[in-house]
């Protein structure tokens, strides 16, 4: 019993406190969650642009524009054919 012996005394402005602190702990921890939620779409957007960018698939884009300025190279300033294009 000794949680009564601690609640019990307690005045007024100090529960009122108590209650402030626990809403305010509230706000926090759905901030963190929203904060929280950010950073891993974030990481995720990060992770993508990376694949994108250092990925295996950024190597052939790479070559394809070598192949364009090659053939616009060879044959003056005709336009180079779209590649992949249908």
């Known amino acids: 019993m ?3 012996a601690i ?3 307690m005045t007024i402005t100090q529960i009122t406190d ?4 626990a809403k305010e702990n509230e706000e926090l921890r759905h901030f963190l ?6 950073i ?3 990481e995720e957007q990060l992770a993508w642009l990376k694949r994108q960018i250092f990925g295996k698939r950024s ?3 790479v070559s394809d524009l070598r192949v364009r300025k090659e053939i616009t190279a060879h ?3 005709a336009k180079a054919p779209a590649i992949g294009r249908s």
């Open 40 to 42: 891993n779409y974030l």
């Open 33 to 38: 969650l929203e904060r929280d939620q950010k």
């Open 7 to 9: 609640i019990l005394p």
């Open 59 to 61: 190597e052939k884009i």
């Open 2 to 4: 000794m949680v009564f």
């Open 18 to 21: 108590v209650e402030k602190l």
């Open 75 to 77: 044959f003056g300033n």
